[in-house]
Structure formats: structure tokens, C-alpha cells
């Protein structure tokens, strides 16, 4: 690639393994980028696909690949970090891809804070499949308490503060990029959040297991670095709750019915859920792995309504005036908005909080032990 001494070097690590299907949007969305000095590097996990020759092809824009076994993402990132020679480093994976600005947008804040940031980040897309879904949006870092509060693929860290605090801890399978903020936020790097949008983010299916054990691991991270926290009662609020979403996914069918106050025979009973983002589209796949059926998704957007999640369409909450029914509304904030418009539309609706829903599955699967 081009190359302007007076201009940082930016490296770029994709990590991938059997990608064959998203790997060349990856790609040419690190070689389209209007930034010229980038190194890009790609960390292969051995991958037994068409994920090597789709590499191959664009070799010549590639300035390294390695492909070889490794011990995990994590341990492949780190790979890719001793390899990259950029006083920037940014770590976008085989699913998801750059807007073409990012990095010259990147580099851009990076002269304008006068060279002082040191985490540069901004916000990302999320899609399922090729359809956009929504986008993140700006949060204080001091929810970190509480959650990860920032999108690892839109985040690009000077290379000077990977050779100061060390690399990703690999111990940690699904989380170590929170445990690795956590551990820049407490010893004072100096964060800039951006409100542009950096990157894109392919929505996956994600195993139950696989998210329980996130839930564990960030309930493990915030531990650790709960000392350093000046407010305890806020620490151990989000502790409580990463515990008690562990336990939606250890719900059964009846679990699930039981706390909504419904049996096992509910075809006269219509469920509804209220919010199609991260736990509405959560809600929704918990109900299908455990066959129970959802009459609709209601969200205030308009911008979602007639859009599908899997086979339900997302519809105006105006859907609720008349009916019967019970409305999960899938907010783990701001719920208290929400109740007071299901009052105004229909004061003979049932709902539930997902705060208070979950407190009762979590009942129940512990009353079953």
C-alpha cells in the first residue's frame, strides 16, 4: 500500500478461521479504505475452506498472513498485535467489515486531540446477514461498571499501550476485549469516543452456552476490578443482574410459561414482546429453541415496522389496542416509559418487565434444583 512517512501507520489484524462466506467483504473493505498507510495483517486459524484462496487472491494488498492452529480468537489476536509495526492497531474480524473512512476518520481525531488519545473509538452497525438492523450509539465509558462500553471492532489502540499493559488475556474466551478495556480504564489511558460510525457488525447466533459463559466471565471481570469502582451500590446492582440473565438461558419451556403466569397449554393466551433490540432478539430465540409462540414484536421505531426477526414482523405498538394478551417489554432500562404507554393504548394488557420476568424464571429454575 502507499506509503507517507509523515502520516501514523495504522495496522489493521483480521482474525479468521473457515470464513470463506464473509472473509472478501473483510478484506476489501481494509484495502478500499481512503487512508493510505496501512499494514494489514491476517491471522489464519488453519482453515480447512475456501477461506486461504479468497486470502490468496488478495495477496499483494496483504502485508502478512500467518495460518496455523492457535488457542482461541483471543490468542490469535495477540499473534497478530507482536506482529504489527502501526502506532495504531485496529482488530476487525472475518465477520465483520470497515466503512471506507474509518481509518483516515481515525487518524483525523487522533491529530486533532493533539496526539494525546491514546484508545480511539466510535460506534458500529449491526446486520444480520447483508439488512441493517440498528446502530450503537454513544455511552460514557464509566458504565463500564456495568457493561462493555465500547465496540471492540470500531476501537483502534496506539501500539504503545499494548506494549505497557500487555495483550489480551486469553483465559478469558468470549470476553477478554472487556477485560482488556476494564484494564486500560483503571489505569488511566485516555479514551475518545466518537459519534461516527466506524464499523460493521454481523449479528451471529451465538449458542446458549456460549452466552451464559459471557455472562459469567463479565460477572468474573467486574469482580476483579470492583475496588476501584467509587460507587459499590451501582457494582453490585450489575452484578445481580448479569446473574440473573444467566438464567434465561437455563430456562425450559415450562420455565418460561410459568413466569409469565401461563401453562404449559397457552393457545388462548397471546405473548407479545415489546423492543426488537439486543433482548428482544434475545427473548425471541430463547422462545423458539424452546417452542413457544409469539404473536408479535412491537417496537416504537418505525423504521423497523414490516422488517422480520426470523418469522415474526415487527409491528406498531398500536397492534395492542383491543387485544388480550401479555407484552414482555424486552428493556433492561427505561421500562417505566414503556408501562405508562401500555396503559394509554390498553389498560386490560398484561405486562411484565423483563427485570421482573427474569427474577421469576431464575425462581423457578432454582425451585427446581
Not at 481509518?103 to 494525546?116: D, H
Not at 426488537?276 to 430463547?286: D, K, P, S, V
Request: glycine share 6%; net charge negative.
Amino acid at each position: 500500500m502507499m506509503q507517507n512517512s509523515t502520516e501514523p501507520l495504522v495496522s489493521i489484524v483480521t482474525v479468521c478461521y473457515n470464513a470463506e462466506g464473509t472473509i472478501e467483504q473483510t478484506i476489501r473493505s481494509v484495502i478500499n479504505q481512503t487512508y493510505p498507510k496501512i499494514e494489514y495483517i491476517i491471522i489464519d486459524g488453519k482453515s480447512t475452506d475456501n477461506t486461504l484462496e479468497i486470502i490468496n487472491y488478495y495477496r499483494s494488498a496483504i502485508s502478512q498472513v500467518v495460518s496455523e492452529r492457535d488457542d482461541g480468537i483471543y490468542d490469535a489476536m495477540n499473534k497478530g498485535i507482536g506482529l504489527a509495526h502501526g502506532d495504531f492497531i485496529g482488530i476487525i474480524n472475518a465477520d465483520d467489515w470497515y466503512e471506507e473512512k474509518a481509518v483516515e476518520q481515525v487518524v483525523n481525531i487522533w491529530k486533532n486531540e493533539g496526539n494525546e488519545a491514546e484508545v480511539i473509538t466510535g460506534q458500529i452497525n449491526f446486520f444480520e446477514n447483508q439488512e441493517y438492523l440498528y446502530s450503537s450509539h454513544k455511552k460514557p465509558m464509566e458504565i463500564i461498571w456495568e457493561e462493555m462500553p465500547i465496540s471492540h471492532p470500531s476501537t483502534f489502540i496506539q501500539k504503545k499501550i499494548y506494549d505497557k499493559f500487555g495483550r489480551y488475556n486469553t483465559e478469558y474466551k468470549i470476553a477478554a476485549d472487556y477485560d482488556f478495556v476494564f484494564r486500560l480504564y483503571i489505569n488511566g489511558v485516555k479514551f475518545c469516543i466518537s459519534d461516527e460510525k466506524f464499523s460493521n457488525f454481523r449479528v451471529g447466533g451465538i449458542s446458549t452456552t456460549k452466552k451464559k459463559m459471557l455472562l459469567m466471565e463479565d460477572e468474573e471481570i467486574i469482580k476483579k476490578n470492583m475496588l476501584a469502582c467509587p460507587n459499590m451500590p451501582m457494582v453490585i446492582k450489575a452484578l445481580e443482574n448479569k446473574m440473573k440473565q444467566r438464567y434465561i438461558y437455563e430456562a425450559n419451556r415450562k420455565d418460561l410459561l410459568t413466569a409469565l403466569d401461563m401453562g404449559i397449554d397457552y393457545t388462548n393466551q397471546d405473548i407479545y414482546i415489546f423492543g426488537c433490540g439486543y433482548w428482544g432478539r434475545e427473548l425471541l430465540r430463547i422462545f423458539d429453541i424452546n417452542s413457544v409462540l409469539v404473536k408479535g414484536i412491537i417496537d416504537n421505531n418505525h423504521f423497523y415496522w414490516g422488517k422480520k426477526i426470523g418469522n415474526n414482523e415487527i409491528t406498531s405498538p398500536d397492534i395492542l389496542i383491543g387485544t388480550k394478551g401479555k407484552v414482555i417489554i424486552a428493556m433492561w432500562k427505561h421500562a417505566e416509559e414503556v408501562i405508562e404507554q401500555l396503559q394509554n393504548l390498553n389498560r386490560n394488557m398484561q405486562w411484565i418487565t423483563l427485570e421482573k420476568y427474569i427474577e421469576k424464571i431464575m425462581k423457578n429454575v432454582r425451585n427446581a434444583v
